[in-house]
Protein backbone atom coordinates (compact mmCIF):
# COMPACT_ATOMS: atom_id res chain seq x y z
CA UNK A 1 0.00 0.00 0.00
CA UNK A 2 2.96 2.18 1.11
CA UNK A 3 5.01 1.78 -2.14
CA UNK A 4 1.80 2.21 -4.34
CA UNK A 5 0.96 5.69 -2.84
CA UNK A 6 5.07 6.33 -3.08
CA UNK A 7 5.36 5.42 -6.79
CA UNK A 8 2.57 7.36 -7.66
CA UNK A 9 4.35 10.40 -6.64
CA UNK A 10 5.16 12.83 -9.34
CA UNK A 11 9.01 12.91 -8.86
CA UNK A 12 9.48 9.43 -7.55
CA UNK A 13 12.24 7.99 -9.04
CA UNK A 14 13.92 11.23 -9.74
CA UNK A 15 17.01 12.41 -7.35
CA UNK A 16 18.35 16.13 -7.10
CA UNK A 17 21.14 18.34 -5.62
CA UNK A 18 19.95 21.44 -3.96
CA UNK A 19 22.50 24.03 -3.20
CA UNK A 20 22.27 26.03 -0.26
CA UNK A 21 19.39 23.74 1.16
CA UNK A 22 19.90 24.24 4.61
CA UNK A 23 18.12 27.47 4.77
CA UNK A 24 15.35 30.00 3.03
CA UNK A 25 14.18 29.09 -0.12
CA UNK A 26 16.49 26.32 -1.00
CA UNK A 27 15.09 24.17 1.88
CA UNK A 28 11.79 25.06 1.01
CA UNK A 29 12.46 23.50 -2.28
CA UNK A 30 14.52 20.47 -1.09
CA UNK A 31 11.09 19.71 1.22
CA UNK A 32 8.88 19.77 -1.93
CA UNK A 33 11.29 17.83 -4.25
CA UNK A 34 11.04 15.24 -1.39
CA UNK A 35 7.71 15.72 -1.06
CA UNK A 36 6.84 14.33 -4.73
CA UNK A 37 9.20 11.36 -4.15
CA UNK A 38 12.22 13.01 -5.37
CA UNK A 39 15.13 11.47 -3.28
CA UNK A 40 17.52 14.54 -2.47
CA UNK A 41 21.41 15.55 -1.50
CA UNK A 42 20.83 18.72 0.60
CA UNK A 43 24.04 21.12 0.92
CA UNK A 44 25.09 23.99 2.52
CA UNK A 45 27.22 25.84 5.29
CA UNK A 46 26.17 24.43 8.57
CA UNK A 47 28.17 21.85 10.34
CA UNK A 48 28.04 17.85 9.69
CA UNK A 49 26.17 17.04 12.84
CA UNK A 50 23.30 19.92 11.97
CA UNK A 51 23.05 18.74 8.33
CA UNK A 52 23.19 15.40 8.72
CA UNK A 53 20.41 15.47 11.18
CA UNK A 54 18.10 17.76 8.73
CA UNK A 55 18.98 15.22 6.17
CA UNK A 56 17.72 12.32 8.73
CA UNK A 57 14.41 14.68 9.08
CA UNK A 58 13.93 15.19 5.52
CA UNK A 59 14.39 10.95 4.96
CA UNK A 60 11.77 10.04 7.93
CA UNK A 61 9.08 12.75 6.87
CA UNK A 62 9.10 12.56 3.03
CA UNK A 63 10.03 8.38 3.15
CA UNK A 64 12.86 9.04 0.53
CA UNK A 65 16.66 8.81 0.75
CA UNK A 66 18.27 12.15 1.73
CA UNK A 67 21.86 13.07 2.40
CA UNK A 68 23.56 16.15 3.39
CA UNK A 69 27.29 17.10 1.30
CA UNK A 70 28.87 20.19 2.73
CA UNK A 71 31.00 22.32 0.50
CA UNK A 72 31.98 25.99 -0.14
CA UNK A 73 31.01 27.20 -3.25
CA UNK A 74 33.41 29.50 -3.97
CA UNK A 75 36.02 26.77 -4.06
CA UNK A 76 36.05 25.07 -7.74
CA UNK A 77 36.91 21.75 -6.96
CA UNK A 78 34.37 21.49 -3.59
CA UNK A 79 31.40 22.15 -6.46
CA UNK A 80 33.14 19.07 -8.25
CA UNK A 81 32.96 17.46 -5.54
CA UNK A 82 29.60 17.79 -4.32
CA UNK A 83 27.92 17.21 -7.40
CA UNK A 84 29.94 14.28 -8.29
CA UNK A 85 29.42 12.90 -4.60
CA UNK A 86 25.68 13.75 -5.22
CA UNK A 87 25.52 11.55 -8.10
CA UNK A 88 26.98 8.48 -6.12
CA UNK A 89 25.12 8.76 -3.11
CA UNK A 90 21.56 8.91 -5.54
CA UNK A 91 22.49 6.82 -8.05
CA UNK A 92 21.76 9.30 -10.44
CA UNK A 93 21.33 13.11 -10.63
CA UNK A 94 18.12 14.15 -12.79
CA UNK A 95 17.30 17.64 -10.77
CA UNK A 96 19.84 20.20 -10.32
CA UNK A 97 18.65 23.73 -8.21
CA UNK A 98 21.64 26.05 -8.36
CA UNK A 99 20.43 27.68 -5.22
CA UNK A 100 23.01 29.08 -2.80
CA UNK A 101 23.68 32.71 -3.46
CA UNK A 102 25.31 36.12 -1.02
CA UNK A 103 24.46 39.57 -1.22
CA UNK A 104 26.96 42.63 -0.54
CA UNK A 105 25.73 46.01 -1.09
CA UNK A 106 27.78 49.20 -2.17
CA UNK A 107 28.30 51.80 -4.38
CA UNK A 108 30.69 50.89 -7.34
CA UNK A 109 33.36 53.28 -6.37
CA UNK A 110 33.07 51.89 -2.82
CA UNK A 111 32.75 47.99 -3.56
CA UNK A 112 35.65 46.10 -2.67
CA UNK A 113 37.07 43.88 -5.17
CA UNK A 114 37.44 40.78 -2.90
CA UNK A 115 33.31 41.44 -2.08
CA UNK A 116 32.83 41.20 -6.00
CA UNK A 117 34.94 38.33 -6.52
CA UNK A 118 32.94 36.68 -4.04
CA UNK A 119 29.73 37.52 -4.79
CA UNK A 120 30.24 36.21 -8.78
CA UNK A 121 31.91 33.25 -7.64
CA UNK A 122 29.04 32.01 -5.50
CA UNK A 123 26.11 33.31 -7.39
CA UNK A 124 27.33 32.65 -10.64
CA UNK A 125 30.73 30.67 -11.79
CA UNK A 126 29.49 27.97 -8.91
CA UNK A 127 26.41 27.48 -10.95
CA UNK A 128 28.30 26.75 -13.96
CA UNK A 129 30.74 24.67 -12.16
CA UNK A 130 27.90 22.33 -10.71
CA UNK A 131 26.27 22.64 -14.31
CA UNK A 132 29.08 21.49 -16.27
CA UNK A 133 29.87 18.96 -13.42
CA UNK A 134 26.36 17.53 -13.72
CA UNK A 135 25.56 17.66 -17.36
CA UNK A 136 27.60 14.46 -18.78
CA UNK A 137 25.53 12.37 -16.31
CA UNK A 138 22.05 14.27 -17.62
CA UNK A 139 23.41 13.75 -21.01
CA UNK A 140 23.91 10.01 -20.67
CA UNK A 141 20.76 9.51 -19.03
CA UNK A 142 18.91 11.74 -21.88
CA UNK A 143 17.00 13.60 -18.78
CA UNK A 144 18.11 16.62 -16.79
CA UNK A 145 16.22 19.24 -15.23
CA UNK A 146 18.39 22.60 -14.31
CA UNK A 147 16.76 25.35 -12.67
CA UNK A 148 18.85 27.94 -11.25
CA UNK A 149 17.28 30.55 -8.97
CA UNK A 150 18.42 33.84 -10.35
CA UNK A 151 16.40 37.24 -9.60
CA UNK A 152 14.36 39.54 -10.66
CA UNK A 153 17.98 41.43 -10.44
CA UNK A 154 19.17 39.17 -13.31
CA UNK A 155 16.59 40.91 -15.55
CA UNK A 156 16.50 44.81 -14.36
CA UNK A 157 19.70 46.95 -11.92
CA UNK A 158 18.90 47.95 -8.63
CA UNK A 159 21.39 50.33 -7.06
CA UNK A 160 24.48 49.24 -4.64
CA UNK A 161 24.15 45.78 -5.78
CA UNK A 162 27.17 45.78 -8.84
CA UNK A 163 28.08 42.37 -8.15
CA UNK A 164 24.61 40.69 -7.49
CA UNK A 165 23.47 42.37 -10.59
CA UNK A 166 26.14 41.41 -12.65
CA UNK A 167 26.21 37.75 -11.09
CA UNK A 168 22.25 37.33 -11.75
CA UNK A 169 22.07 38.68 -15.28
CA UNK A 170 25.37 36.54 -16.42
CA UNK A 171 23.42 33.60 -14.68
CA UNK A 172 20.33 34.24 -16.85
CA UNK A 173 22.61 34.43 -20.00
CA UNK A 174 24.07 30.67 -18.81
CA UNK A 175 20.85 29.49 -18.34
CA UNK A 176 19.80 30.45 -22.17
CA UNK A 177 23.13 28.91 -23.53
CA UNK A 178 22.77 25.78 -21.65
CA UNK A 179 19.34 25.43 -22.85
CA UNK A 180 20.20 25.79 -26.42
CA UNK A 181 23.20 23.32 -26.17
CA UNK A 182 21.26 20.22 -24.70
CA UNK A 183 17.88 21.51 -26.50
CA UNK A 184 17.83 17.70 -28.11
CA UNK A 185 19.28 15.53 -25.12
CA UNK A 186 16.34 15.56 -23.13
CA UNK A 187 17.88 18.37 -20.55
CA UNK A 188 16.41 21.92 -19.65
CA UNK A 189 17.36 24.48 -17.88
CA UNK A 190 15.38 27.54 -17.01
CA UNK A 191 16.27 30.80 -14.12
CA UNK A 192 13.46 31.96 -11.83
CA UNK A 193 13.81 35.42 -10.92
CA UNK A 194 12.09 36.48 -7.49
CA UNK A 195 11.87 39.89 -6.20
CA UNK A 196 11.70 40.13 -2.28
CA UNK A 197 11.03 36.55 -1.11
CA UNK A 198 11.10 36.36 3.01
CA UNK A 199 14.11 34.84 4.06
CA UNK A 200 17.64 35.83 5.99
CA UNK A 201 19.36 37.06 2.91
CA UNK A 202 16.22 40.09 2.82
CA UNK A 203 16.49 39.95 6.69
CA UNK A 204 19.99 41.56 6.62
CA UNK A 205 18.77 43.88 4.19
CA UNK A 206 15.91 44.88 6.16
CA UNK A 207 18.19 45.09 9.27
CA UNK A 208 20.84 47.92 7.54
CA UNK A 209 18.12 49.98 6.51
CA UNK A 210 16.65 50.19 9.86
CA UNK A 211 19.86 50.93 11.07
CA UNK A 212 20.92 53.16 8.84
CA UNK A 213 17.82 55.11 8.75
CA UNK A 214 16.96 55.21 12.79
CA UNK A 215 13.94 53.50 11.51
CA UNK A 216 12.17 50.02 12.83
CA UNK A 217 12.72 47.17 11.20
CA UNK A 218 8.67 46.89 10.27
CA UNK A 219 9.00 50.18 8.51
CA UNK A 220 12.56 49.58 6.83
CA UNK A 221 10.65 46.12 5.41
CA UNK A 222 7.49 48.19 4.12
CA UNK A 223 9.53 50.63 2.65
CA UNK A 224 12.38 47.88 1.22
CA UNK A 225 9.12 46.12 -0.75
CA UNK A 226 7.21 49.17 -1.33
CA UNK A 227 10.42 50.72 -3.09
CA UNK A 228 10.60 48.09 -5.94
CA UNK A 229 7.19 45.74 -6.14
CA UNK A 230 3.59 47.05 -6.69
CA UNK A 231 2.56 44.36 -4.62
CA UNK A 232 3.02 44.60 -0.99
CA UNK A 233 3.70 41.44 0.39
CA UNK A 234 6.48 39.40 -0.34
CA UNK A 235 6.61 35.66 -2.33
CA UNK A 236 6.83 32.80 0.43
CA UNK A 237 9.61 30.40 -0.41
CA UNK A 238 6.64 28.03 -0.74
CA UNK A 239 5.77 29.83 -4.12
CA UNK A 240 9.51 29.44 -5.53
CA UNK A 241 9.66 26.20 -4.41
CA UNK A 242 6.26 25.07 -6.22
CA UNK A 243 7.99 26.68 -9.35
CA UNK A 244 10.90 24.59 -8.83
CA UNK A 245 9.00 21.63 -8.72
CA UNK A 246 6.67 22.15 -12.13
CA UNK A 247 10.22 22.66 -13.72
CA UNK A 248 10.99 19.63 -12.92
CA UNK A 249 8.00 18.10 -13.75
CA UNK A 250 7.21 16.56 -16.52
CA UNK A 251 4.73 18.74 -17.43
CA UNK A 252 7.63 21.45 -17.91
CA UNK A 253 9.01 19.17 -20.77
CA UNK A 254 9.10 21.79 -23.24
CA UNK A 255 9.91 24.55 -21.11
CA UNK A 256 13.23 25.67 -21.40
CA UNK A 257 16.16 28.79 -21.76
CA UNK A 258 13.23 30.38 -19.87
CA UNK A 259 13.72 33.45 -16.96
CA UNK A 260 10.50 33.48 -15.01
CA UNK A 261 10.10 36.44 -12.76
CA UNK A 262 7.60 36.20 -9.57
CA UNK A 263 7.97 39.63 -8.17
CA UNK A 264 4.73 40.88 -7.05
CA UNK A 265 4.66 42.36 -10.58
CA UNK A 266 8.48 44.47 -9.73
CA UNK A 267 9.49 44.00 -13.37
CA UNK A 268 6.15 44.71 -15.20
CA UNK A 269 6.99 48.37 -14.36
N1 LIG B 1 15.29 36.26 -0.52
C1 LIG B 1 15.07 36.99 -1.61
O1 LIG B 1 14.38 38.01 -1.58
C2 LIG B 1 15.64 36.57 -2.92
C3 LIG B 1 15.19 37.23 -4.06
C4 LIG B 1 15.69 36.86 -5.29
C5 LIG B 1 16.62 35.84 -5.38
N2 LIG B 1 17.05 35.22 -4.25
C6 LIG B 1 18.04 34.16 -4.42
O2 LIG B 1 17.57 32.98 -3.82
C7 LIG B 1 18.67 32.17 -3.43
C8 LIG B 1 18.47 31.69 -2.00
O3 LIG B 1 18.50 32.80 -1.14
P1 LIG B 1 17.73 32.85 0.25
O4 LIG B 1 16.95 34.11 0.23
O5 LIG B 1 17.02 31.58 0.54
O6 LIG B 1 18.96 33.10 1.23
P2 LIG B 1 19.59 32.26 2.43
O7 LIG B 1 20.69 33.15 2.93
O8 LIG B 1 18.55 31.77 3.37
O9 LIG B 1 20.19 31.00 1.69
C9 LIG B 1 21.39 31.03 0.99
C10 LIG B 1 22.00 29.66 1.05
O10 LIG B 1 23.22 29.70 0.33
C11 LIG B 1 24.23 29.05 1.08
N3 LIG B 1 25.53 29.64 0.77
C12 LIG B 1 25.88 30.93 0.78
N4 LIG B 1 27.19 31.06 0.49
C13 LIG B 1 27.66 29.81 0.28
C14 LIG B 1 28.94 29.28 -0.04
N5 LIG B 1 30.02 30.05 -0.22
N6 LIG B 1 29.05 27.94 -0.15
C15 LIG B 1 28.00 27.14 0.05
N7 LIG B 1 26.77 27.58 0.35
C16 LIG B 1 26.61 28.90 0.47
C17 LIG B 1 23.86 29.29 2.54
O11 LIG B 1 24.42 28.28 3.34
C18 LIG B 1 22.33 29.20 2.47
O12 LIG B 1 21.92 27.87 2.65
C19 LIG B 1 19.93 33.03 -3.63
O13 LIG B 1 20.55 32.69 -4.84
C20 LIG B 1 19.36 34.44 -3.73
O14 LIG B 1 20.18 35.30 -4.49
C21 LIG B 1 16.57 35.54 -3.02
Not at 98 to 115: H, K, L, M, S
Not at 235 to 247: G, K, R, Y
Request: hydrophobic fraction near 50%; include cysteine.
Amino acid sequence: MQSAQISSLPLSGKSALVTGSTSGIGLACAQTLAAKGASLVIHGLVSDEEGNQLAANLAAKFNVDCYFVAGNLADEEAVIALVTRAQALLGRLDILVNNAGIQFTARVENFPIDRWRQVIEVNLTACFTAIKAALPFMQSAKFGRIINIASVHGLVASKEKSAYVAAKHGLVGLTKVVALENAEQGITCNAICPGWVDTAIVAKQIEAKAKMQGISDEQARRELVAEKQPMSHMTSVQAIADLVAFLASDSAATMTGSAIPMDGGWTAQ
